[in-house]
């Protein structure tokens, strides 16, 4: 098992910016995709960005030049940088960890990101 630890999120206004970090801990396998997901209300869970553990990053095209994804090996997180953020951007993120070799999926609980004047 990995157990991944949100946090950050919170509640900004339209233009503003947050950054998210997760942690990983537990059976931890160094060759992995990590990144975050994100669900709204309603809604069905989506991609919002990855980085592999050779620092290969992919964005979903409206948080692309917005949003930055970067990882940290040693400490075993990810975070997620964003800026000008939208109401639209409005979610629970989701972390997830996807193990290299089995294919294995984890995810964190979730954290609320809120844009909003």
């Known amino acids: 098992q990995v157990q991944l630890v949100e946090s950050g999120g919170g509640l900004v206004q339209p233009g503003g910016s947050l950054k998210l970090s997760c942690a990983a801990s537990?059976?931890?396998?160094?060759?992995?995709?990590m990144g975050w997901y994100r669900q709204a209300p309603g809604k069905e869970r989506d991609l919002v960005a990855t980085?592999?553990?050779?620092?290969?990053?992919h964005y979903e095209i409206s948080v692309k030049g917005r949003f930055t994804i970067t990882r940290d090996n040693a400490k075993k997180t990810v975070y997620l940088e964003m800026n000008s953020l939208k109401p639209e951007d409005t979610a629970v993120y989701f972390c997830?960890?996807?193990?290299?070799?089995?294919?294995?999926?984890?995810w964190g609980q979730g954290t609320q990101v809120t844009v909003s004047s």
């Open positions: 537990g059976n931890y396998f160094s060759i992995n995709t």
């Open positions: 997830y960890y996807l193990r290299g070799g089995t294919g294995q999926a984890y």
């Open positions: 980085i592999s553990h050779v620092f290969i990053t």
